[in-house]
């Protein structure tokens, strides 16, 4: 049985990165420009922080439990799914401590304002991913 639920914090880290990148991109299209900082500041970053850090943990901490209780065993696409988002999310775990400690978000710089729709669009597919799930009855 699970017990982090890790299908139920990702919706919740999404959105906020969601909300995140929709203000970043609404700056560009209304100033002409974005500025990733003004929105994103260190301590936004820790409140997605700790939902990120925490969906990391479930997500490598329960994925034999997990795949067991969505039927992930046979299902290619859907370990393809979930090994994408763990990935996703861990790795994203240094960048967003580094800017926490330092307040140095230079490397906001490496992604244009082009890159808030493309990152929305792959949240909504995780999303629609995460709801799509459902327990596999275990007394089959």
């Known amino acids: 049985m699970l017990k982090f639920h890790a299908e139920k914090s990702l919706p919740l880290l999404f959105t906020m990165g969601f909300t995140l990148h929709l203000i970043n991109l609404?700056?560009?299209?209304?100033?002409?420009?974005?500025?990733?900082?003004q929105v994103m500041t260190p301590i936004v970053d820790i409140g997605l922080s700790v939902v990120m850090l925490y969906s990391a943990f479930a997500l490598i901490w329960e994925h034999k439990i997990f795949f067991?209780?969505?039927?992930?065993t046979n299902k290619l696409g859907h370990k393809i799914g979930y090994w994408f988002i763990t990935t996703y999310v861990t790795a994203s775990i240094p960048g967003h401590v580094y800017y926490i400690i330092t307040a140095d978000g230079s490397y906001f710089e490496?992604?244009?304002w082009w890159f808030s729709p493309i990152i929305m669009t792959v949240y909504v597919s995780m999303i629609g991913f995460l709801y799509s799930l459902k327990p596999v009855d275990s007394k089959n």
Not at 26 to 37: E, M, T
Not at 68 to 72: I, L
């Open 26 to 37: 609404a700056h560009y299209l209304r100033d002409g420009k974005a500025d990733p900082g």
């Open 68 to 72: 067991k209780v969505y039927g992930f």
């Open 110 to 112: 490496s992604f244009g």
